[in-house]
């Protein structure tokens, strides 16, 4: 590890979020389909995660599939399903060896049946690991995911587990996807694009950005160790002063 990161490290994000753009870019600039972009940035999914692993990061999430993805052409998001699902079949004993924990965020129940029923048992076989917690967002939308925390709410007043006076914004955390995981350290945005995309609208309230022209596919180690020191020289204030 190179000294200067090793200082870095003092300082290291718990939780990271990437925004994985630019494989369609990527294909293009060489003449190449789509999906072959999506499947060489599935080989950064699994280098990222390893070197987050390795390095001491507690949450990774990821960005793999959003709610509006679901209008790209069906070939597309057929190509992106099963390359999700063979990505969880044969990196799932890989993760077992690096003692990685797979979680998922979204609205799961969209996803083909073969694929769920891959998930879940990726999910359930990497259950008891203790290092990093690999959390996937698939057809995930930030807005869908407050619309479904209102409606968690509501049930739980209806219930009468919860009084209308007791929400505060710990208690509304607690009826989203993620109240599971800490908010997000450090969101990384691959390609350029300076938008958030409905990607964890809630929770990304005090994270640092960190936005790099690099096309996902050809995001490597060395820049996530430049994010991780971008990172590590930021003031965070939480809105107080300094
Ligand atoms: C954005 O690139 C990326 C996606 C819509 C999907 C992300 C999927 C992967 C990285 C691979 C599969 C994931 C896993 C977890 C195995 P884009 O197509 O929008 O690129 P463009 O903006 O250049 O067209």
Same mark, same amino acid.
């Given at each position: 590890?190179?000294a200067?990161?090793?200082e870095?490290?003092? /300082?290291?994000?718990? !939780? ?6 630019? /494989?369609?870019?990527?294909a293009?600039? *060489?003449?190449?389909?789509?999906? $072959?972009?999506? #499947?060489r940035?599935?080989d950064?999914?699994r280098?990222? %995660? ?6 001491? +990061?507690? &949450?990774l999430?990821?960005y793999?599939f ?8 069906? @070939?597309?998001v ?11 079949? %044969? @990196? %799932?004993p ?6 990685? *924990?797979?979680?998922?965020?979204? #609205?799961? !129940?969209?996803?083909p ?8 048992r ?6 008891q690991?203790t290092g ?9 939308g930030g @807005?869908?995911?407050? +619309?479904?925390g209102v409606?968690s709410?509501?049930?739980s007043?209806?219930?009468g ?5 007791m929400?505060?914004?710990? +208690?509304? =955390? ?6 599971y &995981? ?6 990384i #945005? %691959?390609s350029?694009?300076m938008?958030? =995309? ?9 994270? $640092?950005? &960190? ?13 996530? !160790?430049?994010?991780? #020191?971008?990172? =590590?020289?930021?003031? @965070?204030?939480?809105?107080? +002063?300094a």
């Amino acid at each position: 590890m190179p000294a200067n990161l090793k200082e870095d490290l003092k /300082n290291l994000p718990r !939780h990271i979020a990437i925004i994985m753009d630019g /494989n369609g870019r990527w294909a293009k600039e *060489r003449g190449l389909p789509r999906t $072959e972009g999506h #499947r060489r940035g599935a080989d950064t999914v699994r280098a990222i %995660t390893e070197e987050c692993g390795a390095l001491g +990061v507690e &949450y990774l999430t990821l960005y793999a599939f959003s709610a509006e993805n679901w209008k790209r052409p069906k @070939r597309e998001v057929d190509a992106l399903m099963k390359l999700l699902e063979q990505f969880l079949r %044969t @990196r %799932t004993p890989e993760m077992m060896e690096q003692n990685v *924990r797979l979680q998922a965020i979204g #609205r799961l !129940h969209d996803l083909p049946q073969t694929c769920q029923q891959q998930l879940h048992r990726s999910i359930e076989q990497t259950s008891q690991n203790t290092g990093l917690t690999l959390i996937l967002a698939l057809s995930y939308g930030g @807005r869908e995911e407050i +619309v479904d925390g209102v409606k968690s709410l509501l049930e739980s007043i209806e219930r009468g587990h919860l009084d209308k006076g007791m929400i505060d914004t710990e +208690v509304f =955390s607690k009826h989203l996807y993620t109240r599971y &995981y800490p908010d997000p350290d450090l969101l990384i #945005r %691959t390609s350029g694009e300076m938008r958030l =995309s409905n990607f964890l609208l809630w929770q990304l309230s005090y994270t $640092e950005f &960190y936005i790099t022209q690099t096309l996902w596919p050809d995001f490597g180690k060395e820049e996530l !160790h430049q994010a991780i #020191r971008a990172y =590590s020289q930021r003031h @965070r204030r939480f809105g107080t +002063v300094a």
